[in-house]
């Protein structure tokens, strides 16, 4: 199985900024780690980028569809005009990648996360470019939002991005054993 990790935003987007942590850093930070445990389970895998630099959403999309991998994943954290949102979150684009993986990486992500939140939830992303662009399944995940105090808490300590990124891997390397 081949795998493309989007560490999203990156060199010139900083994505989401609160509290002076940029979003890009925290997608990469995540990127790597998964990266790190798919390859461990044998899956091959490929980063839209390993550093700070810019990358067009085309490009993101285009090289995934030039290495024809089975799936796609974008990463994120969220923000919000309000501090009150917290939560994780799938976005997919089909019934189909929800039914292959979104649901059992956002089963995956709760647990990690464990707390109930009326934002944890699998989302259908219709608008979102790197979904409706990939020729293969493809979700785009949330791993907190950034303006919420608990959740920037979360994403800045030292176990969180790993743990969630073990999780994310749990339901990769599922996926991968059935193909």
């Known amino acids: 199985m081949r795998v493309c990790i989007d560490a999203g935003h990156g060199g010139k987007d900083p994505g989401a900024v609160h509290g002076g942590i940029k979003e890009k850093d925290l997608n990469l930070k995540a990127a790597l780690k998964l990266k790190a445990l798919l390859q461990t389970a044998k ?57 292959l993986i979104g649901d059992a990486v956002q089963a995956e992500m709760e647990k990690v996360y464990n707390q109930d939140s009326e934002w944890n939830r699998v989302i259908d992303g219709p608008g979102l470019y790197v979904l409706k662009r990939t020729k293969c399944p493809a979700i785009l995940i949330e791993m ?28 990769v390397s599922s996926l991968a054993k059935k193909n």
Not at 64 to 93: C, K, M, R, W
Not at 145 to 163: C, G, H, Q, R, V
């Open 43 to 99: 899956v091959d895998v490929l980063l839209s980028r390993e550093g700070d630099n810019d990358v067009a959403l085309g490009g993101r999309t285009g090289m995934a569809n030039a290495h024809e991998v089975d799936l796609f994943i974008s990463i994120h954290a969220n923000a919000s005009p309000s501090a009150l949102p917290y939560g994780v979150q799938t976005y997919i684009y089909s019934k189909e990648t929800r039914k």
């Open 144 to 171: 907190g939002f950034m303006t919420n105090k608990a959740d920037l808490k979360k994403l800045t300590s030292e176990k969180y991005i790993p743990e969630l990124m073990q999780g994310v891997a749990k339901a």
